[in-house]
């Protein structure tokens, strides 16, 4: 069922701040997602409250999908995949700003998964990249 899928993955959010707030000892995926959280200090209120668990933020910006994004460009910067776009990370954060080269990466990212979402045939890494390498100008 779709919808415990999205809890699942929430209350991982909600466990991982949690347990970063009482410097609880943190798996190593829980680490990487309460760092994104830190560099989120807009969304530290949505997590003292389990209540957004169930909310679907529409029309709003959604918080959950927006994390979810910057996890998907970290685990796509520890495996390598699409090749080329560490090399471009480290480029886009070679001013020390590693949160902002992300975003940079999110904005390719979310937008070939709304292309793909209108169009399945369409995914395409070298898009991705294109779109990716022309945030380096």
């Not at 830190?38 to 029309?59: C, I, K």
């Not at 709003?60 to 994390?67: I, K, Q, V, Y």
């Not at 480290?90 to 292309?115: F, K, P, S, V, Y």
Request: with cysteine; hydrophobic share 35%; proline share 6%.
């Amino acid at each position: 069922m779709p919808g415990q899928d999205r809890d699942a993955m929430r209350r991982f959010f909600f466990n991982a701040w949690r347990k970063h707030q009482r410097q609880a000892p943190l798996e190593p995926m829980e680490e990487i997602m309460a760092r994104i959280i830190a560099w989120h200090p807009e969304y530290h209120g949505l997590f003292d409250n389990e209540e957004s668990l169930r909310h679907d933020f529409p029309g709003d910006s959604n918080p959950f999908l927006h994390l979810s994004l910057h996890l998907a460009v970290q685990e796509q910067l520890a495996t390598q995949h699409p090749a080329g776009l560490a090399e471009c990370y480290r480029q886009l954060a070679a001013g020390g700003d590693e949160h902002g080269a992300e975003h940079a990466i999110m904005e390719c990212l979310a937008e070939l998964l709304q292309q793909s979402r209108m169009n399945p045939s369409m995914e395409d890494e070298a898009r991705y990249l294109e779109c990716v390498r022309g945030k380096l100008k």
